[in-house]
């Protein structure tokens, strides 16, 4: 609850940061450059699916990729398989496949749900999570620590800055590379984690490649497939039918999900069958 409690003081803080910046950003922002454009169309469905965005716009999205060179703290998350599932405003599922076994990680409104239980147990436990909080949150805390307006979404690529990085060949056709970073104002006065980030975006306006780096880690991601839709089906959020769980309120995700792509556990591990036995 605690935690929770933070979450929501940090939102509000970054909202009100957000705001201000919108308000001082010059208007013709947009028009500096034509990578400005690219990115902005990139960005904009990804966002309305997390966030929730306006009439017409998805409300959810699922991505499959594979995870290529990795380094520092997140280094085990090499040759990962990763689907992640994000639908507006409160729900999001992660399932990792790698050494033959798959682990989930899936928040729906206030708490979530983790299999198989044994494996998800030990990396919860090693992430200090105390696993015997099973209750859900009294409130659902946001996916990430920020709330926008519907009618913002189409500001937000102002507070990156963005680099063009030429057009690169991937998989037989071109690619726009680009470079992005919080603007560093708006980085200094929210106190958020310095982080470096590339993506190589095709001709739909859909990343294939992204790359971050930060102080101690970097991470490069293949986006193999990303659909998006209005919403997606209640038993998205479901485990499988008889599939033993472990339940935690939904603000312990972020922390089990880091832990998840920075340890990787070995095969053979107790628990760690493909059916969650």
């Known amino acids: 609850m605690t935690q929770h409690i933070r979450s929501r003081r940090q939102a509000g803080k970054i909202a009100g ?31 309305s699916s997390v966030f929730g965005g306006a009439a017409g716009q998805p409300g959810a999205m699922v991505a499959e990729c594979s995870v290529g060179e990795a380094t520092g ?31 989930t990680a899936c ?9 198989p239980v044994e494996t998800m147990r030990t990396l919860a436990r090693g992430a200090g999570i105390d696993v015997d909080k099973t209750s859900p949150d009294a409130d659902s805390p946001p996916l990430i620590p920020l709330a926008l307006d519907p009618q913002m979404l189409v ?11 030429g057009t690169e060949e991937m ?16 980085k200094k006065s929210i106190k958020a984690e310095d982080f470096d980030a590339r993506a190589w975006i095709n001709s739909e306006y859909q990343p294939r490649r992204v790359t971050v780096q930060g102080a101690d880690y ?26 033993e769980t472990l339940r935690l309120p939904a603000s312990a995700l972020n922390e089990l ?21």
């Open 17 to 47: 940061c957000l705001a201000a910046f919108f308000l001082a950003a010059p208007a013709g922002r947009g028009a500096e450059g034509e990578i400005y454009d690219v990115f902005a169309k990139a960005l904009a469905p990804i966002a």
């Open 73 to 103: 703290r997140l280094a085990a998350a090499r040759g990962m398989k990763l689907r992640l599932a994000v639908q507006a405003p409160d729900h999001l599922r992660v399932d990792l496949a790698y050494n033959g076994m798959v682990l």
């Open 107 to 115: 928040r729906a409104g206030k708490e979530l749900w983790a299999a």
């Open 155 to 165: 500001f937000l690529p102002v507070v990156f800055d963005v680099q063009d990085l």
């Open 171 to 186: 998989a037989g056709a071109p690619h726009r590379g680009m470079k992005f970073a919080l603007m560093p104002e708006l």
């Open 218 to 243: 970097s991470l490069e991601v293949e986006v193999e497939k990303m659909n998006f839709a209005a919403k997606l089906p209640p038993t998205a959020w479901e485990p499988a039918e008889n599939q």
């Open 257 to 277: 999900f880091e832990k998840m792509l920075a340890e990787k556990l070995p095969a053979g591990f107790p628990g760690q069958g493909l059916d969650g036995n």
